[in-house]
C-alpha cells in the first residue's frame, strides 16, 4: 500500500484571480503582512501495490492525464 500527497499548484507568471481574491478577503478580516498568496489543491491517493516503481509512474500518469493541467499548473507527488 502506498499513500500519496498530490499538490497541483498554478506555474510562475500564471494569473491566479482565486489566490487574489483570498488575498484581498484576508485582509479586509484584519489579518496584515499577507504579501501574497497563491491558490492550489492537493490530492491524498491510495494505492494497493507493493511496487514503488509502478506506483510513482501511476501517481505520475494521473498528474498528467487528470490532476494536473501541465500547460498551466505545475504538481508535486509525495509518497507518504
Do not use: W
Not at 494569473?15 to 491524498?44: H, N
Amino acid at each position: 500500500m502506498f499513500k500519496a500527497r498530490i499538490t497541483v499548484t498554478l506555474k510562475n507568471g500564471v494569473l491566479d484571480p482565486q489566490g487574489k481574491a483570498i488575498e484581498k478577503s484576508l485582509d479586509a478580516l484584519g489579518f496584515e503582512g499577507v504579501g501574497s498568496v497563491r491558490q492550489g489543491k492537493v490530492f491524498d491517493v491510495e494505492l494497493d501495490t507493493k511496487d514503488g516503481l509502478k506506483a510513482a509512474r501511476d501517481l505520475e500518469a494521473m498528474c498528467e492525464k487528470l490532476l494536473a493541467n501541465t500547460v498551466i499548473e505545475d504538481y508535486d507527488v509525495d509518497i507518504l
